[in-house]
């Protein structure tokens, strides 16, 4: 099966007995190869595509649009944001205001050429984030409850009120002990956050219709106007980071009309303790706040995308508190985070997704990788993309394409905190070859539906009982309230899951094999009547921690607390939650039972199972896999090659070198690919030494050996780019006969300490011999790539008897060339226009190892 290969410990050529036949499979299997090995294009990866400024120029846009295409993203999120340089006609930059008509020229022209060159381009509803600008006045200011304490005179007068500030009212005030506490409607004054030229101004008020209507009047209209012949795919709503937004004008109102009752005399509940009503009366605050965003915010942008002919693309997650079910508003949840064997709002999006019907789910990928910027790899990438597709997403949305002129100089524009995905970075050679990857797999994890077995509830009105001012986020307190055993537990038992809440149980029930409630304490009696009904009927419930014991809101708690405690009666909780596992299997076998480093994900056709198998560690994996299938024949399909090999039946022998990944797909076809083999090892042919070496920019050669660094030799410590090896070898046409034979370049190392990898965000922990790509010729044609485990190249159809050329065009990464420096003086840009931003870890860049280093 694939994975079955041999190393050396040198870089050499190495014969392999045996060879691998395609020939296609009949009916819709044969369909599925074809498609998989060559997908369409709307499963390639996209990139937000940072405009400084915005200093843009149209023969510069199109420049960048067709790199894109070039290199294999299938298309963009235009993201206008602050600027990197002042006004130098010198230079040819200029600073185009947001939304003046250079600016909405400039969205035109971009809109018309992406539609040329078939890329999908989105628009983000606003500059920066999260959405506001000039056009906001305080009244629409995002709003927040500010409560004051004063001591309570001695002789029982009120003390004088607080001052208030332009956009504040007093609501009222209590006296509690020795205080008095004034509640004031307050605005939080939050600005936008890197915004672009002309953007700056207050964030809206999420829970207030006029404000988002104001911003889609402002905004939104003149961009679609200029977009009128070629409407973006999705206009989009980047993460909802409105922060201490737990107010706005009519609350008090809106609260009575929803929850009915009176918030005024509890107030007092959301700044301390009262008692045992405390939680019931947070819980309904945070109710209310989620409705009102799904209503005013989530809602109205739904309904004019659709106007505007095209789409809504949403970060439902953080603040104002969404839940899960408000992505259930939106056409194409997107989430972020690496954390799949936590809470994160990747898998909180992808589960809405499955629940509500909704085919694609995107992700915000690579936001923090491997931090100094230009740090990242193709190998940090693909580690990273594997999290996101394992946890049900299957749209990468890169983070990002920074916009970056010739005139802007080497390494190029780059924003504050991300990696860089533009043809400035020497690796870029290879990135056809990413994008490949990262299209065959979003395109198989699109076909059929999800067959997550464990459904896994999110206890939101817990969530919303926590509840203070500052701290009203439902994803953010679910880490928390799930805790640190639950889901290790699941995944590490053979089974994938999904999060499921309130909403979409009254949607549509439970409809998994297993839900878990995990130390659940307040639960709507409509949701625990269902997950009665979903029991009766076969359905298996597991509780942890506790069973649940509350209704939720004040008004419900006296009223449907008995009747929740009778359902929940029937359960009993597993109170020791690191027994999770074996109470699974006591209900259902494992969907896949191997290693607890290997993730997958489970999707069911019609004519077929397909698993999306990841090695998520940075070591060798060698284990067992049995599978949950009965009557059908395994095809392991490589999606780096496109290539298949036969597996037989239900119990794999996986060999997966650190961060590779596989397709096993189960059907009725046997496989025509056979089963790789081993032969007993031939004799290596060592090319480790003797190489004649061109780096770009230099017509002399030098001999290097392989295992040698450039940053070694001080002339080229600081070189970023390209270098060609070349080397001829003699081979007989005897063994190019009977043998396939890879070029291989020996193993990489795991890293151990995080020391070694500084800087912040995801990285894969792993140092390759090739630092940090390459691409090899044979006989001057091209034979393929190296930029992930593991590291080789079937260089068998090129060679030929005799003398053979073989040529390797090795590139690093731009971040050695940033550290020679000087690094940027943003003084002046400060000075004109604020400091909309810091870079990050810039303590951390330093010369890395580049070229060929061996094992």
């Known amino acids: 099966m694939w994975g079955r290969r041999f190393r050396l410990p040198t870089l050499g050529l190495i014969a392999i007995l045996g060879s691998y036949s395609f ?58 944001t602050y600027p990197l340089a002042l006004d130098d006609p010198a230079h040819g930059f200029k600073n185009l205001p947001y939304l003046s008509d250079e600016f909405l020229e400039a969205l035109r022209f971009t809109g018309e050429k992406a539609r040329e060159l078939g890329l999908r381009m989105d628009l983000t509803l606003g500059s920066g984030w999260p959405f506001g600008g000039p056009h906001i006045p305080i009244t629409q200011a995002a709003g927040r409850l500010r409560v004051v304490r004063v001591p309570a005179p001695a002789d029982g007068s009120s003390p004088p009120a ?41 964030v809206l008020d999420h829970y207030d219709l006029a404000a988002i209507q104001n911003h889609l009047k402002t ?23 409105v922060y201490n937004s737990d107010w706005t004008t009519n609350f008090l109102d809106e609260f009575r009309k929803r929850r009915g009752y009176d918030l005024t005399p509890y107030l007092p509940a959301l700044a301390g303790d009262i008692g045992e009503k405390t939680g019931a009366i947070r819980h309904d605050w945070g109710k209310t706040l989620s409705e009102l965003a799904d209503q005013n915010y989530l809602t109205p942008l739904r309904q004019w995308a659709q106007q505007h002919e095209t789409r809504f693309r949403s970060q439902s997650y953080g603040i104002p508190p969404v839940t899960l079910s408000s992505s259930s508003l939106v056409d194409l949840p997107e989430g972020e985070g690496t954390q799949w064997r936590h809470f994160s709002a990747t898998r909180w999006a992808a589960s809405a997704s499955h629940l509500y019907g909704k085919p694609v789910t995107s992700s915000e990928t690579w936001t923090w990788l491997h931090s100094p910027v230009f740090r990242a790899t193709p190998l940090d990438m693909k580690a990273e993309a594997d999290l996101h597709f394992l946890q049900g997403i299957n749209q990468l949305v890169g983070h990002g394409f920074p916009y970056s002129p010739p005139e802007a100089g080497e390494p190029g524009w ?27 797999v979003s395109f198989l994890l699109r076909q059929g539906q999800p ?20 701290r009203d986020s439902v994803n953010q307190a679910m880490d928390g309230l799930i805790g640190q055993t639950v889901i290790p537990q699941i995944l590490d038992a053979g089974y994938n899951f999904d999060f499921i809440d309130d909403g979409a149980i009254a949607h549509g029930g439970v409809p998994y094999r297993i839900l878990i409630l995990p130390g659940v304490e307040r639960i709507p009696l409509a949701t625990m009547q269902k997950i009665d009904e979903y029991a009766r009927k076969g359905g298996t419930v597991i509780a942890t921690r506790r069973v649940p014991l509350l209704a939720p809101g004040l008004m419900e708690r006296d009223r449907d607390t008995p009747r929740i405690r009778e359902l929940a009666s029937a359960l009993r909780p597993l109170t020791d939650e690191s027994r999770l596992g074996a109470e699974l299997h ?9 290693a607890p480093e290997i993730g997958f994900v489970h999707r069911k056709l019609g004519f077929a199972d397909v698993y999306f198998l990841a090695n998520t560690s940075n070591h060798p994996v060698h284990a067992p896999a049995d599978f949950r299938i009965e009557g059908l024949d395994a095809t392991v399909w490589d999606p780096m090659t496109g290539r298949e090999a036969w597996a037989g039946g239900k119990r794999l022998d996986l060999i997966l070198a650190p961060y590779e990944s596989r397709i096993v797909v189960f059907s009725k076809e046997r496989g025509d690919g056979p089963l790789l083999t081993a032969a007993p090892r031939p ?31 001080d002339t080229r410590k600081y070189f970023s780019g390209q270098a060609t090896y070349e080397k001829t070898v003699t081979y007989h046409a005897a063994d190019i006969a009977r043998q396939t034979i890879y070029l291989t370049f020996g193993e990489g190392a795991p890293v151990t300490t995080q020391e070694r990898r500084s800087g912040s965000g995801m990285r894969a922990m792993y140092e390759g011999p090739v630092r940090e790509a390459a691409v090899v010729y044979v ?3 091209r034979a393929g790539s190296v930029w992930c485990a593991p590291y080789q190249v079937d260089v068998s159809g090129l060679l030929k008897d005799g003398e053979n050329t073989i040529r390797i065009v090795v590139a690093n990464t731009a971040l050695n060339l940033l550290a020679k420096g000087p690094l940027p003086d943003y003084r002046a840009l400060n000075a004109k226009y604020g400091e909309r931003f810091q870079p990050q870890d810039m303590g951390s860049v330093q010369p890395v190892m580049s070229g060929l280093l061996g094992p």
């Open 23 to 80: 020939a296609a499979a009949p009916g819709t299997v044969a369909e599925l190869k074809q498609a998989f090995q060559h997908p369409p294009d709307d499963a390639r990866m996209m990139v937000r595509w940072w405009w400084f400024g915005p200093a843009v120029t149209k023969p510069e846009l199109e420049r960048e649009m067709r790199a894109m295409k070039e290199g294999g993203i299938g298309g963009f999120e235009v993201q206008p």
């Open 162 to 202: 607080p001052n208030l500030a332009e956009g504040e009212k007093l609501i009222t005030q209590t006296r509690q002990d020795s205080a008095v506490l004034f509640f004031i409607a307050s605005r939080t004054r939050q600005t936008v956050k890197r915004p672009a030229v002309g953007a700056e101004g207050l």
């Open 219 to 241: 905004v939104g209209e003149p961009m679609l106007r200029a977009l009128a012949k070629t409407p973006p795919y999705a206009i989009f709503s980047d993460s909802l980071e």
């Open 414 to 440: 780059r924003f504050y905190a991300a990696a860089v995905f533009n043809n400035h970075n020497p690796w870029w050679l290879v990135m056809p070859d990413v994008t490949a990857y990262m299209q065959r």
């Open 451 to 470: 067959a997550n077995d464990v459904a896994l509830y999110l206890p939101t009105a817990d969530a919303f009982a926590g509840f203070a001012p500052g």
């Open 586 to 594: 006591k209900a259902l076998a494992a969907d896949v039972a191997t």
């Open 683 to 713: 004799a290596p042919l060592d090319l480790s030494a003797g190489w004649k070496v061109t780096f770009a920019g230099s017509s002399q050669a030098v001999t290097m050996d392989a295992g040698h660094s450039w940053t070694e030799d």
């Open 779 to 781: 006989n001057g044609k």
